[in-house]
Nanobody, 117 residues
């Protein structure tokens, strides 16, 4: 069983930066793809960014240009670097891992990001 543990959320002022991390623990990970999603109060969960096992990246429209996704395969950890944050970026950020047939999908517990004006 794969467990995803997120960290790095918190309170930041508008215009600030933040790095989120998501570490994968347990299970057997082979050629897995990872991504970040976020959900603001009263809104649907939306796609933020993803990176495949080959390193190909994709970004959603809401944070495009202000976010970079990366991964460290040796540490089974992925990162989301965000800059120029605005109060509209306030949300719970979730990491997601997918691999194998189906695929098998795992979600982190979420980390709160709050941007003050």
């Amino acid at each position: 069983q794969v467990v995803l543990v997120e960290s790095g959320g918190g309170l930041v002022q508008a215009g600030g930066t933040l790095r989120l991390a998501c570490a994968a623990r347990g299970g057997m990970l082979v050629r897995y793809n990872v991504g970040w999603f976020r959900q603001a109060p009263g809104k649907e969960r939306e796609f933020v960014a993803s990176i495949t096992h080959t390193g190909r990246t994709d970004y959603g429209t809401s944070l495009k240009g202000r976010v970079t996704i990366s991964r460290d395969n040796t540490k089974k950890t992925m990162f989301l670097d965000m800059i120029n944050l605005t109060p509209e970026d306030t949300a719970v950020y979730y990491c997601r891992l997918a691999q194998g047939i189906g695929p098998q999908v795992y979600w982190g517990q979420g980390t709160q990001v709050t941007v003050s004006s």
